[in-house]
């Protein structure tokens, strides 16, 4: 240097002189330059690290949660109920329950411990229980440790699924005190055993890897520390190369210069890639945990955290379904030396190492499990929040989504649709489905399925498919009938003989009965009974279509159809959510509540967003909704839906209405009983034959669901204002007291203007001339 | 003997033929109820629940632990979770008159009378025979006290 000085003063800005000068000169510059550029690339790495790593690290989706199982004296929940619930809660099955999320089965008593959870309304603490069981019901539930009676307890509702960013990346963020300690002994003993005294790179792990790779001849081992994993993790993409490996590095420096050691380890617990479900990636231990061994990660025992912290080198070489035995070996090997680093765990290693993997035959979290469900899920909360906030801010959804319901369902969709397949002798696979069932009074959401592969993601039919409902809309045809001013009752008659009108442009429809049978002349109530067109019609032309029409949008529909007498007999495109929402208020006396899939949100930190209230409109009076109740009931007593009765064991009581469509294209089953509406749909997506009516095809779906299910008979009598009298069938003139008649419901103030003959000779008679005496 | 025990007399008279035909009361045989306690303005309050421990609301112990749940929160100010917890009991009874009612009278006390009228009207609709007398005498009572205050000019 003193050199260039000199010739500086002595030649000032002259150029240096000479090879050696000349490649000094350059020599200089360039080492300006390159360290100006070395610390600009610094700084830039810098940044990188600060922006990804401060404040929100990733984007947190918003987990969606079943509703809790409520358990009381007298519910209708069997054991095999609450173990199923349990199942799915990740609740295990040991000897004796010592810690939340445990049980036991003893005879006809469940002995369990719930988690904790905290709900809306409160702290539900977790409770040690022991829950007898009579049969289908809980008989009684007692705390055991202070012998009391429990009136009624909540468990922890199941996890369900998360609404994802756009990545199709997932977490369970764990906090670094939440975590087993096998777990951080565990990573620290195979991964880093200096990660707490080293700055972020680990110059004797490196040098050893190097010693280790150069005698392999090949890379056996990594050098990296967690830091640098994290880092590579996190930043950049999986290509291998000295660029990157010098990143990785320099930023390890950064991360650890700007954050503590606790901070970067707990990212990295949060971070590391454990698995690929389909598209989804499984990042974090949280979520690992709960993909490979469906339990919670402060729940997992020894061997299973070894497994996990062993996938970290490698999830799909060391996977354990694919490769078992190089998954138990690694298993192994960091339970040695969990061992080697801390005798602390020593005693336990044995026991470990003899343990199988003992991860889930199937692992199910996230979407790829309901996305039917979700996808109602994310359509009701589109109305309210923004996107952005759905998918990055952690939120808690509670809905009321019930697994055992959506269990059942899915289970009897996939049995039922391959038998109808082959009986009929369709192509396998030809049948879809569309199926949504709710509560009947709350119209809360209990599942949804959205195709015969409930798992696929993918078009979702329950929601999105609209279809003709062809007989399904004689109810409401019905209803406007006896709400009307013209005078109908259940027990007018109404003719039904070859039809053919005239259009205004001219055209003439002629609709059909099914099978070309003609009654000639029925009571309303049998128009429904047994599905008859032609005198659905003539009652729709009495009353006049836009009646109808009146009708369906008082019950919630939003489309406004043309008034086409061909509405009449269906043709009208819905969903089976829209069926559901039509035919929930003839469930609920007549007042009606939109289908809910939420029942709360709240935010990462558990405080409230927004409550859905509850609130009802009356969507049809009380009594014609009592009538027309009685009138389904009477389709599964002794109508089109009668099969019920032989395919379930609880169909008793229950009410329902068949629907097909032109050349069986659609086969459609809307039903319900005291506490539980179901509707479903089963057709072919190209819209070709099915070759099933609505009792052969979506019925069968609606019976093998229901019977695994505690739905409960309709046991209402009349609402005042309604009344029973009898009536001469043929003639439908009133005949109380008479032989042979036929009992209907009618509206008080609406009875047949009729009266049988029979009326004036019989005991009537007497009424009358004891009448005259108060005169 | 005079004017003062004439005008006794009939004191006397009158008494006893007002708690005579107080003691027919509604309901026959039951004991008499109090008088609408809204005939008045608002403050809304909630006293038939206070005084009714009544095992003849025909609910199991579980949604009647919910109710006293409620009870509790709405004493505390608590409105959201008063309606969680009667939601709640809804979910377990939901063809119970008296925990529609609850909502509904709930919701007027929060000033959303036309709410507090439909779930008025829903738990009327699901009165039965069996339905406690004191059930219906509160739900008539609400309807009449909602009637006016919808109708009023002032909200």
Known sequence: ?775 | MNLKMTRFGFVLALVLITSGCASMGFGGGMAPLKTNPWADQPPYEWPPYQQSNAPDLAIGPAPQALLAEADNHYEMGRYDACAASLERALRLEPRAPVVWYRLAALRASQHDYASANRLSEKATSLTTENTSARVVQWLDWLSDWLVTQLNSPRR
């Open chain 1, 1 to 775: 240097m003193a050199g260039k000085k000199a010739k500086s003063q002595t030649k000032k800005k002259s150029k240096p002189e000479g090879f050696k000068g000349w490649s000094r000169y350059l020599l200089i510059r360039f080492a300006l330059l390159a360290t100006l550029f070395g610390l600009g690339w610094v700084a830039w790495l810098d940044l990188q690290v600060l922006q990804q790593f401060s404040g929100k690290k990733w984007s947190v989706p918003a987990r969606v949660y079943a509703r809790p199982l409520e358990i009381y004296p007298g519910a209708s929940i069997s054991a095999e109920m609450l173990t199923k619930e349990m199942a799915v809660l990740g609740y295990r099955e040991v000897q004796q329950p010592r810690r939340a999320g445990q049980y036991e089965q003893v005879a006809n008593t469940v002995h369990l411990i719930s988690r904790p959870f905290r709900f809306w309304d409160g702290d539900e603490s977790a409770r040690e229980l022991a829950v007898t069981f009579d049969g289908s019901r809980i008989r009684s539930i007692v705390d055991p440790t202070s012998n009391t009676n429990i009136s009624l307890a909540r468990l922890d509702p199941a996890l369900i699924g998360s609404i994802y960013p756009a990545h199709g990346e997932d977490r369970i963020l764990v906090r670094l005190d939440q975590v087993p300690q096998s777990l951080v002994s565990a990573l620290l003993a195979t991964e880093d055993r200096r990660f707490y005294d080293h700055w972020g790179v680990d110059p004797r792990s490196i040098g050893r890897a190097l010693v280790a790779n150069v005698r392999a001849g090949g890379v056996a081992q990594g050098g990296s520390t967690i830091t640098q994993q994290l880092v590579k993790n996190f930043f950049l993409d999986s290509r291998r190369t000295l660029v990157r490996k010098a990143n990785e590095a320099i930023m390890a420096l950064l991360l650890e210069f700007h954050f503590s050691k606790d901070e970067i380890l707990e990212a990295y617990l949060n971070e590391i890639y454990l698995g690929q479900d389909g598209a989804r990636s499984i990042n974090g231990f949280g979520l690992a945990a709960w993909y490979w061994f469906q339990t919670p990660l402060e729940e997992l025992a020894l061997h299973e955290v070894a497994l996990l912290v062993g996938m970290v080198k490698g999830p799909s070489y060391y996977h354990p379904r694919r490769y078992p035995e190089r998954a138990l070996e690694r298993r192994n090997l960091v339970l040695d030396l969990m061992a080697n680093g801390s005798p602390a765990w020593a005693d336990q290693i044995e026991t470990a190492k003899q343990q199988p993997l003992g991860i889930v035959q199937r692992s199910v979290i996230g979407t790829s499990r309901h996305p039917g469900f979700i996808d109602l899920v994310r359509r009701q909360l589109q109305r309210d929040y923004r996107s952005s906030d759905l998918e990055s801010e952690g939120l808690r959804i509670y809905t009321t989504f019930d697994p055992l319901v959506q269990r059942s369902a899915e289970v009897a969709v996939t049995n039922r649709l391959r038998q109808l397949e082959q009986d009929g002798n369709k192509a396998s696979g030809s049948l879809q489905v569309g199926a949504v069932f709710t509560t009947t009074e709350t119209a809360e959401v209990l599942a949804v399925v959205g195709g015969r592969d409930a798992r696929v993601d993918g078009f979702n039919r329950a929601l999105s498919a609209s279809r003709p409902v062809g007989s399904l809309i004689k109810p409401v045809v019905v209803a406007a009938a006896l709400a009307g001013p013209e005078g109908l009752t259940l027990a007018s008659r109404i003719k039904d003989e070859p039809l053919s009108i005239t259009m205004r442009d001219g055209q003439v429809w002629e609709p059909k009965n099914y099978g070309d049978r003609y009654w000639g002349e029925v009571s309303l109530h049998e128009i429904l009974v047994h599905s008859i067109n032609i005198a659905t019609v003539n009652v729709g032309i009495q009353i006049g279509v836009p009646s109808v029409i009146a009708q369906l949008r008082q019950l919630g529909l939003e489309q406004e159809p043309q008034p086409y007498p061909s509405l009449l007999l269906g043709a009208l495109e819905m969903t089976p959510l829209e069926v559901a929402s039509l035919y929930q208020p003839l469930s609920a006396g007549g007042y009606q509540r939109p289908l809910s899939a939420i029942r709360e949100v709240r935010d990462a930190v558990g405080e409230p967003l927004q409550r859905y209230p509850l609130d009802v409109r009356q969507a049809m009076s009380t009594q014609v909704a009592a009538l027309l109740r009685w009138n389904l009931q009477q389709v599964v007593e002794r109508g089109t839906a009668r099969g019920l009765r032989w395919q379930m064991p609880n169909s008793a009581g229950l009410a329902g209405k068949t629907g097909t469509t032109n050349e069986l294209r659609d086969s459609w089953f809307a039903g319900f009983g005291g506490n539980m509406l179901g509707v479903v749909w089963v057709g072919r997506d190209d819209n070709q034959s099915a070759g099933l009516t609505g009792s052969s095809g979506a019925m069968r779906v609606w019976a093998d669901t229901m019977k695994e299910l505690p739905i409960t008979p309709i046991v209402e009598g009349l609402p005042s204002g309604a009344e029973w009298h009898a009536v001469n069938p043929s003639t439908g003139a009133l005949a109380d007291g008479c032989d042979n008649t036929e009992r209907l419901p009618f509206l008080a103030n609406r009875l047949p203007l009729e009266q049988d003959p029979c009326m004036q000779t019989q005991g009537s008679g007497v009424i009358k001339r004891i009448f005259k005496w108060f005169k």
